[in-house]
């Protein structure tokens, strides 16, 4: 079965930094492109960041350039994604999805296969 996790997403102050991670298992993701993405209240989800099997292609999403870096670790059966966010503002609070996908490497949402539960990003002005 496979399953993606998020965590460490919280509080945060203006400016502040955090780290989210996605574990990514029950299943070979042997050229998986994996993203993030996110959903504000009462917005449509977005996309954030991706990054293909190899981590030598990344894509960002304009408002998160330069602040945001995406990365993976690939294990056997395992993926382990991150995103490091730094320099958050009031407007990057979400709920943050990882996502995996079989093929290219696309900023399309509709594109992936599966999805994370959510980690909840609130910062604070």
């Known amino acids: 079965q496979v399953q993606l996790v998020e965590s460490g997403g919280g509080l945060v102050q203006a400016g502040g930094s955090l780290r989210l991670s996605c574990t990514a298992s029950?299943?070979?993701?042997?050229?998986?492109?994996m993203g993030w993405f996110r959903q504000a209240p009462g917005k449509e989800r977005e996309f954030v960041a991706t990054?293909?099997?190899?981590?030598?292609?990344?894509?960002?999403e304009d408002s998160v350039k330069g602040r945001f870096t995406i990365s993976r670790d690939n294990a056997q059966n395992t993926v382990y994604l991150y995103l490091q966010m730094n320099s958050l503002k009031p407007e990057d609070t979400a709920v943050y999805y990882c996502?995996?996908?079989?093929?290219?490497?696309?900023?399309?949402?509709?594109?992936?296969?599966?999805w994370g539960q959510g980690t909840q990003v609130t910062v604070s002005s």
């Open positions: 996502a995996a996908r079989r093929g290219p490497v696309t900023f399309r949402g509709s594109e992936y296969d599966y």
């Open positions: 990054i293909s099997w190899s981590g030598a292609i990344t894509y960002y």
């Open positions: 029950g299943r070979t993701f042997d050229n998986y492109p």
